[in-house]
């Protein structure tokens, strides 16, 4: 047999292809040549040493190619299939995670989380059942493909205040036994002293050089106010429109379906103390977890009404609500500039 004696020649023989197809196409025309499917096992070894020896492939290689020959009566190279995980998350989901960015302002990652989570598991909206459980590092990768009761006076004097403080102190559910302000005359007066004795609250002011004495209220305003009201000029005039908005749409959605951080203390492996965020909540949510909650609240509400209060609405629904009712806020400062200009 010519293969018998070329095998045992000293020829360093190969064939030469200019790719793995050409290589391919010669070791399926010799197979044929030969009839592979009639030799008897010793000629078949003979030319799977044949073959190896003129492509240059390895023999767990050339054993695969026959085994393909035999089986399919060809020998090809398989077709590149790119491994692909299971999709997960659908264009729908990222529609989903859009519109609660919008609604909301795109809050914090952890922050949407909870938001996503509460939605599936507190309001039962099936839409999020795929978003319910999603880690923060995915949210932030699907979004590369947004209890604190404010007020707005017209001016800053004890004349407009009192009337927006009492407005905001009645929102709390529950009485106030402390009032925090900053050093202006506009809260340090007598008229603000004595509303402030008759509900039996007790007046602390900033001190000078401290600025962390006021670190909570700027954050928040930074944080909140400014992020939804803008940093430009809104006329003194529509004052009395803001607060309408914050009493009715912006507070109760701050409230009850903005969640927020909750700071944890810990201790380092070095005693470092140091601040941690693992549980992200409503104030409303916040404020139920203390014990004998019930106590402290207005004897006009209970547990169940603020409970009922914060299941009106899911927290899109609220959020959804409080920016419809800004736009129609918005469209009225708009309104008297395009007429002056």
Same mark, same amino acid.
């Given at each position: 047999?010519?293969?018998? %004696?070329?095998?045992?020649?000293?020829?360093?023989?190969? *064939?030469?292809?200019?790719?793995?197809?050409?290589?391919?196409?010669?070791?399926?025309?010799?197979?044929?040549?030969?009839?592979?499917?009639?030799?008897?096992?010793?000629?078949?070894?003979?030319?799977?040493?044949?073959?190896?020896?003129?492509?240059?492939?390895?023999?767990?290689?050339?054993?695969?190619?026959?085994?393909?020959?035999?089986?399919?009566?060809?020998?090809?190279?398989?077709?590149?299939?790119?491994?692909?995980?299971?999709?997960?998350?659908?264009?729908?989901?990222?529609?989903?995670?859009?519109?609660?960015?919008?609604?909301?302002?795109?809050?914090?990652?952890?922050?949407?989380?909870?938001?996503?989570?509460?939605?599936?598991?507190?309001?039962?909206?099936?839409?999020?059942?795929?978003?319910?459980?999603?880690?923060?590092?995915?949210?932030?990768?699907?979004?590369?493909?947004?209890?604190?009761?404010?007020?707005?006076?017209?001016?800053?004097?004890?004349?407009?205040?009192?009337?927006?403080?009492?407005?905001?102190?009645?929102?709390?559910?529950?009485?106030?036994?402390?009032?925090?302000?900053?050093?202006?005359?506009?809260?340090?007066?007598?008229?603000?002293?004595?509303?402030?004795?008759?509900?039996?609250?007790?007046?602390?002011?900033?001190?000078?050089?401290?600025?962390?004495?006021?670190?909570?209220?700027?954050?928040?305003?930074?944080?909140?106010?400014?992020?939804?009201?803008?940093?430009?000029?809104? %006329?003194?005039?529509?004052?009395?429109?803001?607060?309408?908005?914050?009493?009715? *749409?912006?507070?109760?959605?701050?409230?009850?379906?903005?969640?927020? %951080?909750?700071?944890?203390?810990?201790?380092?492996?070095?005693?470092? /103390?140091?601040?941690?965020?693992?549980?992200?909540?409503?104030?409303?949510?916040?404020?139920?977890?203390?014990?004998?909650?019930?106590?402290?609240?207005?004897?006009?509400?209970?547990?169940?009404?603020?409970?009922?209060?914060?299941?009106?609405?899911?927290?899109?629904?609220?959020?959804?609500?409080?920016?419809?009712?800004?736009?129609?806020? *918005?469209?009225?400062?708009?309104?008297? /500039?395009?007429?002056? %200009?």
């Amino acid at each position: 047999m010519q293969i018998r %004696a070329f095998l045992e020649g000293s020829q360093e023989l190969q *064939f030469e292809a200019r790719d793995r197809a050409e290589r391919y196409r010669w070791m399926e025309r010799t197979l044929v040549e030969q009839e592979y499917a009639r030799l008897g096992r010793r000629d078949k070894g003979l030319v799977r040493m044949y073959v190896a020896k003129m492509t240059g492939l390895g023999r767990a290689q050339v054993t695969r190619l026959i085994r393909q020959y035999r089986q399919a009566g060809e020998v090809r190279a398989p077709a590149y299939r790119r491994h692909r995980f299971a999709t997960r998350y659908l264009s729908e989901d990222i529609a989903l995670l859009s519109e609660v960015d919008e609604a909301h302002d795109t809050l914090s990652g952890p922050a949407t989380q909870a938001l996503l989570r509460r939605a599936y598991y507190e309001f039962h909206d099936t839409r999020f059942v795929n978003l319910a459980d999603i880690s923060v590092a995915h949210l932030y990768r699907l979004r590369a493909r947004r209890s604190y009761v404010v007020g707005a006076t017209a001016q800053i004097s004890e004349a407009f205040l009192i009337p927006v403080l009492e407005a905001m102190l009645e929102q709390f559910p529950f009485p106030i036994r402390g009032f925090h302000s900053d050093c202006g005359s506009e809260f340090i007066n007598h008229t603000v002293a004595r509303l402030l004795n008759k509900l039996l609250i007790e007046q602390t002011k900033s001190r000078p050089r401290h600025s962390n004495d006021n670190g909570l209220a700027e954050a928040k305003n930074g944080a909140v106010v400014r992020k939804h009201m803008g940093h430009w000029h809104i %006329a003194a005039g529509h004052a009395e429109a803001i607060t309408r908005f914050y009493g009715e *749409f912006f507070n109760p959605y701050l409230n009850f379906h903005r969640p927020c %951080a909750v700071a944890e203390m810990v201790e380092g492996p070095k005693g470092k /103390r140091e601040r941690v965020y693992r549980w992200y909540a409503t104030p409303w949510q916040i404020l139920r977890q203390l014990p004998g909650v019930a106590g402290y609240l207005r004897p006009s509400l209970t547990i169940e009404t603020l409970d009922g209060r914060a299941a009106e609405q899911t927290d899109i629904e609220a959020a959804q609500g409080m920016q419809q009712a800004k736009r129609r806020l *918005f469209a009225r400062f708009e309104a008297p /500039r395009k007429r002056t %200009a």
